[in-house]
């Protein structure tokens, strides 16, 4: 009877050690799992955000005469005839930028000074997107607002 009871201690045991490698294994296999599923994330996250650039540009492209309501610090005045599609194309950068800012966490870290650069850059010889960005400041993210030194709070009424 004592060897009967010894042998199944050491099944116990064995089962036990098996048991350990069997979870050590799976655990590790797990974690292979979630580092590549967080690859693809930040990979497909970085993708849509250079598709909605190139989108913007290629209203650039389209449209040359925009550019400098973006880039060149040009004001639009009100009657101005592409007026209405030059506030289009600034709700889509600024919402481009939230975007950017809300996807921050899955973007490789290197890049995101350079966002900022971009966006500033931007913001600061755009006077459309500016005043999109301080007319509706409660549609925005507030950490996009903090970033370009826009003061968070309600939009001014109308």
């Known amino acids: 009877m004592h060897l009967v009871s010894a042998w199944t201690e050491v099944a116990q045991s064995i089962a036990a050690i098996v048991t350990a490698l069997v979870t050590a294994v ?8 979630v580092a590549q599923a967080k690859r693809t994330l930040n990979s497909m ?8 650039e190139q989108s913007i540009n290629e209203l650039f492209v389209a449209h040359p005469e925009y550019r400098d309501y973006f880039y060149g610090s040009r004001e639009c005045p009100p009657d101005d005839p592409a007026r209405s599609a030059l506030l289009s194309i600034t709700d889509m950068i ?3 930028f939230e975007h950017i800012v809300q996807q921050r966490a899955h973007l490789p870290a290197g890049i995101w000074p350079a966002w900022v650069g971009y966006m500033r ?8 997107l500016r005043s999109q960005l301080s007319k509706n400041r409660d549609w925005y993210d507030g950490e996009l607002l903090d970033l370009l030194g826009i003061e968070r ?3 001014p009424a109308a």
């Open 26 to 33: 799976g655990f590790a296999f797990l974690y292979s799992q």
């Open 45 to 52: 996250t970085h993708a849509a955000i250079y598709s909605q």
């Open 94 to 96: 600024a919402d481009f």
């Open 121 to 128: 850059a931007i913001y600061a010889t755009s006077p459309l």
């Open 153 to 155: 709070g309600e939009s």
